[in-house]
């Protein structure tokens, strides 16, 4: 064996920390030994995917009551959003027989010491790792931006995976954790305005779609808010396989810079959200908040509501951290919104709740929430503005 | 044929081959083990019970999950036989306590024979045609 364990990764793997834990290191060191890694590594921060109940199913559920049984986190841990908002889902439409499905769910993940957050941006919400820490997150946007914005180092984790290091507080050294394989292979020259996040969205479709696994240098965007920077994070990872971005004068990461250069322009641009808008796509449900909203973002949104109603026959949902909606019932955004008769969703969103069959077409600004309302749940989409969106929702 | 452990067990049985990757997320059923990926190799076939030999994994993370609710209803593959390994994969075999060996030339072996998967050393024995 190449890989070797300090005597207490030895005794956890021997099982002398209990079953979880046991079971968290057989995962952790055979993902090592496939990617050849010589030893494992601490982490201080971990973010977990795989909690809609509409993803895991029973079988899901009862592998992580299995490992609730004697698993306790060893550091920071948060979890990714939920099939529903985890109070109010009764007024979306949630089943009853979903909402304790679902309820069981986090309850075993609480049980384990996993702060409950339900949401996929932890950074937003108190999980912000520093530049050059190593962290084990799930949740392809989440690692992006960690990885990218921030420069924390993390591979893209499955769900038991991040469960595994988030049991043992650790993970195996290989791929986007070693400085070498986090290198630029291409460079892109962005040759086009980027206004909004929907922009960026579909920049991030465009250079994912091209770019596949190889790591993207991109020149040419001299400015990007957190919340840009969020929705491109969200699409590059969607479309492509990457889970690491450089953006010159942007974010913080060291590279060489690749010689080949791939141009970028507005009729790209213009070809991606071509693709996104389906033709007699009839609007009946209206999203916000792929990834979750930020408290400016549903500053904008509540602005844009106050006084205004929402057109009858169609739904809207604007989703967020817990902790965000709470900000965001002090500052009486969420009274503007939800008196317009829009929702502000916590813990969950458009692509994970259980929306299959409900609605006929999705509008939303972000274009990751497109390739799962189209895949997942058969909806017809239109990418637009967030104000788009809104002047669509009470037109 | 030697190979390599991925996770332990000894198990005999009948292998069912394929030259395609399995996606078990969207790819196969998790409550009858039926392939039903559109123009898969093995479409419309079981794998419950089988010494499952492919390639390697494809898909979603979610994938892992899958593997374990086959395992529930009892209708898990036996055995996992792989050239290489994916991580999906090895997490979902982990998770489901499947037999698993990888880095095993498997077109040398063919659906039908009875083979033995002796996954602790890694090997692979063709017992009969």
């Known amino acids: ?18 079953k979880a834990t046991r079971k968290a290191m057989e995962i952790i060191t055979a993902l090592g030994e496939i990617y050849g890694a010589k030893r494992l590594i601490p982490v201080s921060s971990v973010q977990i995917a795989g909690v809609s109940y509409d993803n895991l199913g029973e079988a ?31 007024k979306h439409g949630i089943s009853p027989d979903f909402a304790e499905m679902q309820q ?25 790792p ?29 769900g038991p995976s991040a469960l595994a290091a988030a049991l043992t507080g650790r993970t195996a050294e290989y791929g986007l954790h070693l400085e070498e394989n986090r290198m630029a292979q291409v460079k892109y020259e962005v040759r086009a305005d980027l206004k909004d996040t929907d922009d960026f969205g579909l920049i991030g479709q465009v250079i994912g779609n091209r770019t596949g696994k190889l790591i993207p240098y991109i020149i040419g965007i001299s400015k990007a808010s957190t919340e840009e920077l969020k929705s491109f994070s969200a699409s590059v990872a969607t479309y492509g396989g990457v889970a690491i971005f450089h953006m010159e004068g942007i974010t913080p990461n060291r590279t060489t810079v690749p010689e080949k250069t791939e141009i970028i322009t507005k009729s790209d641009l213009d070809a991606a959200r071509a693709q996104l808008d389906d033709e007699g796509a009839e609007i009946d449900f209206i999203s916000v908040g792929c990834p979750h909203a930020s408290i400016k973002e549903i500053a904008q949104v509540a602005e844009m509501l106050d006084g205004k109603s929402v057109t009858e026959g169609k739904t809207v949902w604007i989703t967020t951290a817990k902790p965000t909606k709470d900000l965001a019932i002090k500052m009486g955004y969420y009274d503007k919104i939800e008196k317009a008769g829009a929702f502000l969703v916590a ?21 990751k929430a497109c390739f799962y309302a189209r895949g997942k749940n058969k909806f017809k989409t239109e990418i637009r503005t967030i104000e788009e969106c809104i002047k669509e929702a009470v037109r | 044929m030697q190979g390599r ?83 999906v994969v090895a997490v979902g075999c982990i998770i489901s306590e499947i037999p698993a060996v990888d880095q095993i030339e498997i077109d040398k072996i063919k659906t039908g024979q009875k083979i033995e998967v002796d996954a602790d050393n890694g090997v692979i024995t063709i017992i009969e045609d």
């Open chain 2, 5 to 87: 452990k991925i996770f332990r067990g000894k198990v005999t049985g009948e292998a069912l081959v394929t030259g395609d990757d399995i996606s078990f997320y969207g790819g196969c059923d998790p409550e009858t083990g039926e392939i039903v990926e559109k123009n898969h190799h093995l479409e419309g076939k079981s794998v419950s019970g089988k010494i499952l030999v492919f390639p390697s994994g494809k898909g979603s993370t979610v994938g892992s999950y899958v593997l374990y609710a086959l395992k529930k209803a009892n209708k898990a593959p036996l055995a996992i036989v792989n050239k290489t390994m994916d991580p």
């Open chain 1, 130 to 158: 520093h530049y050059g820490e190593h962290i084990a997150w799930a949740e392809s946007s989440a690692v992006c931006f960690a990885n990218s914005v921030v420069g924390a180092f993390t591979n893209r984790e499955g």
């Open chain 1, 347 to 367: 813990d969950a969103c458009c692509a994970v709740a259980p929306l299959k069959g409900r609605f006929k077409g999705l509008m939303t600004d972000s274009a």
């Open chain 1, 1 to 18: 064996m190449v890989l070797e364990l300090t005597p207490e990764e030895r005794e956890m793997l021997d099982g002398k920390h209990g």
């Open chain 1, 104 to 128: 069981r769910v986090v309850d075993a993940f609480e049980k384990m010491g996993v702060v409950t957050t339900c949401t996929c941006t932890p950074y937003l919400i108190g999980n912000l």
């Open chain 1, 60 to 90: 899901g559920l009862e592998y992580l009551s299995e490992m609730a049984e004697d698993g306790q986190t060893m550091v920071l841990t948060t979890l990714n959003p939920a099939g529903m908002d985890m109070l109010e889902w009764k």
